[in-house]
């Protein structure tokens, strides 16, 4: 009889064990799931708000907003030039599995120069340095991303012999960012700011980094620039009256300062080769 209980207990308590060790992975693949589609300042907050009990949860299901204001930021907007061009010379496949690899570069820079990678837009991809955390070197940060990511595309311009490159634009300011959605959550920034890198990125010109009198300011004399002449190719920073620069880096200064990023790109290397 004695023997019996032990045993059962010893049932119960494995169970016990397994049901919390169940419940700990769940967890963990839960936080995993919101890392992969939210900023970590975002996702930590969500899961502290679904940890509360069910009365505090179904009060605050549709009053809680996660939105902040972001001051000192700088925002990258980055296109990809002759992409009709670049789709004619490879099957769907191979495109996709090209822009994946060119994406996840631009993943690993955007890590390096501490950018947070807001989203793709087919062939565009934009991200903010300063967020969540405030950083003097924001612009000077924004700006090694783009000629890293000017370089990356140069090495597929030369492998795939198309005239494919990057038009890059850079405006420092303050932003809102926060998640839409009470399903199929998207993060997201929205201010005249954004729209303004946007149009920087617009009224750039391909191989070069576009960068606003605002980001200029945020600077301490990293980067050599030139006239950028941007209200003549693009009617919104016409109107607007804003004056824009091109960022000059030689190319040895690029190789040094570690800033090619035409010299390590791992498995995007391999894919074209093959």
């Known amino acids: 009889m004695a023997d019996r209980k032990h045993r059962k207990a010893f049932l119960e308590t494995r169970q ?7 419940l700990e992975e769940q967890s963990q693949q839960q936080e995993r799931l919101l890392l992969s589609i939210l900023p970590k300042h975002i996702a930590d907050e969500m899961l502290n708000d679904m940890k509360k009990d ?14 902040y204001r972001h001051e000192r930021v700088s925002i990258l907007f980055a296109d ?21 690899e060119l994406f996840a570069r631009f993943d690993k820079l955007a890590a390096k120069y501490h950018q947070l990678r807001i989203k793709i837009l087919g062939d565009c991809y934009y991200c903010i340095c300063g967020l969540p955390d405030n950083r003097d ?23 795939t012999k198309t005239e494919v490159n990057m038009r890059v634009g850079i405006h420092s300011g303050t932003v809102l960012g926060g998640v839409l959605g009470q ?12 729209t303004l890198a946007n149009k920087m990125e617009a009224g750039g010109i391909p191989g070069r980094v576009h960068i606003s009198e605002s980001t200029c300011n945020c600077l301490n004399g990293e980067f050599e620039l030139e006239p950028g002449e941007g209200e003549k190719r693009n009617e919104y920073l016409r109107e607007k009256g804003i004056t824009t620069y091109l960022v000059v880096v030689a190319k040895s200064a690029a190789v040094k300062n570690g800033i090619n990023g ?7 290397e391999s894919f074209i080769e093959t």
Do not use: P
């Not at 069910?54 to 939105?67: C, D, P, R, V």
């Not at 061009?85 to 994946?100: H, R, Y």
């Not at 070197?137 to 991303?145: K, L, N, P, T, V």
């Not at 035409?262 to 995007?268: D, E, K, T």
């Open 16 to 22: 016990s064990l397994e049901v919390k060790l169940n």
């Open 80 to 100: 990809i030039v002759g992409f009709t061009q670049l789709s004619s010379t490879c099957s769907a496949q191979e495109l996709v599995k090209l822009l994946n």
């Open 262 to 268: 035409v010299v390590n790109l791992g498995g995007l």
């Open 137 to 159: 070197d924001h612009a000077a940060c924004s700006i090694h991303m783009g000629l890293a990511m000017v370089d990356a595309i140069s090495y597929v311009r030369e492998k």
């Open 54 to 67: 069910k009365e505090s949860k179904e009060l605050q299901q549709f009053n809680t907003m996660y939105m």
């Open 183 to 194: 399903k199929n959550w998207q993060y997201d920034v929205w201010s005249t700011d954004v």
